[in-house]
C-alpha cells in the first residue's frame, strides 16, 4: 500500500469552456461517443441530451430524447451509432443517431440504475443493473432477456468501479476507501500488483489524519495512464509504470477518442446545493501531461 511519486499542484485553467443548454435537472451520467466527438448527458430532467464538441471545446445540442423518469446512466455502442440509457422509469432506451429515434430495449420491474453495451461473437448486447435486485442480458434483436442474475442485494453500481488496461493484460480497481488496485491477468506478472491509496486530504496540523473520499471511476487513457474521479471532486491522472501521479483536474471527466479533449461535469443539485448551477466544461488535454514519464 502506497501513495504515489509526488503531489502537483491542482491545474485549474482559463481556457476551460462550459457547455451551454444543459438539462434542467441534476447531472447523473456523462458518456463520450468511441468514434465522433459527440457528447451524451444524462438528467434528473428526464432526458438525455447529445452535444457535438469542436476542437476548441465549443458544445453544440445536437439531438435530445426522454424517459418518463430520472435517468441514471447512459453508455454507447461500439460503433458510436447508438445510445443507451437507463431510467427510473424501470426501462432502458437506445436512440439511433441516424435515424433520430428512440425505443425501449429494456425492462425491469424496479429503476435501473446502470446499463453497459458489450459484444459476444460480433453481436450487441445489453446488460442492465436495477434496483429490483437483477442484472439482465439483452440480445437488442430480441424483446426478451436472454439471461437473468439475482443479485443478494440492489444494484448501485457506486462501491467498487473497474477498468481494464488498454491492451487487456490488467485492470485497475477502485474502492470508496479511496484506494486503488493495480491487477494483472496473467500469474506471471503477479509481482506488478500493488495497491495505492488516492484521494486524500490532509487535515491541518498538528493532526497527521488524513480525510478520506471514495474513487468514483477509472478512465485509461490510450497512452496506457489512467485517470481517477474522487468524491473530494479531484481528477487525478497516474502514470502505473512509473508509480506517478501526473496532473490534477476538478470534476466527473470523460476523454473524447482521441484523448484530446477532457469534459468534466459536476453537479452541485446532487451535493444538496441549489443555489449553484450544475455545469460541463470541456477542457483541451495536453497530450503531454497524460503520457507516461520517460523512464530514468
Request: charged letters at 25%; aromatic letters at 10%; hydrophobic letters at 35%.
Amino acid at each position: 500500500m502506497s501513495f504515489f511519486g509526488a503531489r502537483p499542484a491542482v491545474t485549474v485553467e482559463p481556457k476551460d469552456v462550459e457547455v451551454p443548454n444543459l438539462p434542467t435537472d441534476s447531472i447523473s451520467a456523462i458518456a463520450f461517443s468511441p468514434t465522433a466527438d459527440i457528447l451524451a448527458v444524462a438528467s434528473w430532467s428526464n432526458e438525455v441530451r447529445l452535444y457535438e464538441v469542436n476542437a476548441q471545446g465549443q458544445a453544440v445540442g445536437k439531438a435530445a430524447y426522454s424517459h418518463e423518469g430520472p435517468v441514471l446512466d447512459v453508455c454507447w455502442s461500439k460503433d458510436g451509432s447508438k445510445v443507451f440509457s437507463a431510467g427510473a422509469d424501470k426501462a432502458a432506451r437506445m436512440y439511433d443517431l441516424a435515424t433520430g429515434q428512440a425505443q425501449q430495449v429494456a425492462q425491469h420491474d424496479e429503476p435501473i440504475r446502470c446499463v453497459k453495451y458489450f459484444e459476444a461473437n460480433g453481436q450487441g448486447m445489453l446488460v442492465t443493473g436495477s434496483w429490483d435486485k437483477t442484472l439482465k442480458y439483452w440480445d437488442l434483436r430480441t424483446p426478451n432477456p436472454v439471461a437473468t442474475v439475482q443479485l443478494p442485494e440492489r444494484c448501485y453500481g457506486t462501491s467498487d468501479f473497474i477498468a481494464c488496461f488498454p491492451d487487456g493484460t490488467g485492470y485497475a480497481i477502485g474502492t470508496v476507501e479511496g484506494r486503488v488496485a493495480i491487477q494483472h491477468v496473467d500469474d506471471k506478472a503477479a509481482a506488478s500488483n500493488f495497491t495505492f491509496k488516492c484521494h486524500r486530504k490532509d487535515e491541518p496540523a498538528p493532526s497527521k489524519s488524513s480525510a478520506v473520499y471514495a474513487v468514483n471511476d477509472i478512465k485509461f487513457h490510450p497512452y496506457g495512464t489512467f485517470s481517477t474521479a474522487g468524491s473530494d471532486g479531484t481528477i487525478n491522472f497516474w502514470d502505473k509504470e512509473s508509480k506517478t501521479r501526473l496532473k490534477i483536474s476538478r470534476g466527473t471527466w470523460w476523454l473524447t477518442k482521441e484523448a484530446d479533449l477532457l469534459l468534466a461535469a459536476r453537479s452541485f443539485r446532487e451535493q444538496g446545493r441549489p443555489d449553484r448551477d450544475d455545469f460541463v466544461q470541456s477542457h483541451g488535454s495536453d497530450l503531454c501531461e497524460v503520457k507516461k514519464r520517460a523512464k530514468k
